[in-house]
């Protein structure tokens, strides 16, 4: 299940791409917030002519000109942005009690067993690489029965063992899953920070959420982490298929995230869970408000022309209008429903096509990501092609 979300939606008025006479706009609704803890996407590159990489990406309204990962770029805890803190089997985190601030990997009580991810106030399972039970070599089903080999069967096993001292693991969401992803590093790595989540397979992995686009009781959603030219970002597969398991389990109120919240007072920055406070254009750009739902088909651009328009508004409004990178816009997606996979009760209206994000592919500067609202599925796309556009801009 999604976990409750607040969204938010500004009414941008539009005119129509078809230079028909459109109806009177009614008056603008209010927006309404949406708060998320989200983490960035780890992409710190962009490109400036499609063929080549620079780090040079200041101005270019590209993923890597803004958010977590140049506000707080020290590596310490967490590459671009990310913030991790060790856990040790014993349940306490690295630094306190009898786990060690430099605990290593193993089946000990005091060695290093998972990760909180301090943005999002999520736990999660650090996988083996000795034969055990939480091997990172083991692919499993995930037809949700408890059968053999199967990825319940598997969440079953690790809570009667109580992992780093917790009975709650459970598969994640697609976007908890997601959310662990560093799209800054392209295949053959894994797109993950290797020194808080070693022994990661460069693929794919399940969650708990059913696939309705494809058939609830066939296929199931995934995350990939292998990032080239050809891989989805997210993607249903048929619950036959094995492939690898992440476990997750909430955090935020612990005993382990307050105490390193203490332990660490010192760098603000690294302690905070952090609520993403944005505002969203209510309609794609190119459609209209009618008071009621957004009307008229949106417009399609290139990237480099989405980036351009973001930038346009934003001097004309005075407002910080951008393109969302890709963590941002799938987090619209509502995978429960199709064309559109999108909350119909907030953004009325809404597109089933795909939609540009800031993020370049890190694998090929020619290339970007885009969601497809058809299924809700994160993918990417030669940046010459063209696609609809919908745009984000932070609250404070």
Request: net charge negative; charged share 20%; aromatic share 8%.
């Amino acid at each position: 299940m999604r976990s409750p979300t607040l969204f938010c939606s500004t009414i941008l008025l539009m005119s129509a791409a078809t230079g028909a006479q459109a109806q009177q706009p009614a008056e603008p609704a209010p927006d309404v917030p949406f708060a998320r803890a989200l983490n960035d996407t780890g992409q710190t590159r962009c490109t400036r002519d499609l063929a080549t990489f620079t780090t040079n990406c200041a101005g270019t309204g590209q993923d890597a000109s803004s958010g977590r990962d140049v506000d707080f770029p020290a590596p310490a805890n967490g590459h671009a942005g990310f913030a991790f803190v060790k856990v040790c089997n014993s349940g306490e985190a690295a630094g306190t009690g009898t786990c060690s601030a430099h605990a290593v990997l193993g089946t000990g009580p005091d060695d290093w067993g998972c990760v909180i991810d301090r943005v999002t106030a999520l736990e999660w399972e650090v996988k083996e690489a000795s034969g055990g039970v939480r091997d990172f070599r083991t692919l499993y089903t995930n037809h949700g029965d408890g059968r053999p080999g199967d990825a319940s069967a598997f969440v079953a096993t690790v809570n009667a063992n109580g992992l780093c001292g917790e009975s709650d693991w459970r598969l994640p969401a697609v976007d908890e899953l997601q959310g662990l992803a560093d799209y800054g590093r392209a295949s053959p790595q894994a797109s993950i920070d290797p020194r808080f989540f070693p022994n990661t397979l460069a693929g794919i992995y399940w969650t708990q959420e059913n696939s309705v686009a494809y058939g609830e009781h066939h296929s199931a959603w995934t995350a990939n982490f292998a990032i080239d030219g050809t891989d989805v970002g997210t993607m249903p597969y048929e619950r036959l298929q094995a492939h690898a398991v992440r476990l997750v389990r909430p955090a935020q109120g612990s005993a382990k995230l307050l105490a390193q919240r203490d332990a660490r007072a010192t760098s603000a920055h690294d302690i905070e869970v952090a609520a993403q406070h944005v505002f969203w254009q209510r309609c794609s750009v190119g459609q209209e408000w009618n008071g009621t739902s957004c009307i008229f088909a949106p417009r399609v651009f290139t990237a480099e022309r989405a980036i351009a328009y973001a930038k346009e508004l934003a001097a004309e409004t005075g407002l910080p209008w951008r393109v969302p990178n890709v963590k941002e816009l799938s987090a619209l997606a509502l995978r429960t429903r199709v064309d559109p996979a999108m909350d119909t009760s907030i953004f009325p209206g809404a597109s089933s096509t795909s939609h540009w994000t800031s993020t370049v592919n890190a694998s090929s500067p020619a290339q970007g990501w885009a969601v497809d609202f058809g299924p809700g599925a994160a993918f990417t796309l030669d940046q010459s092609n063209r696609a609809a556009l919908r745009l984000i801009r932070d609250a404070d």
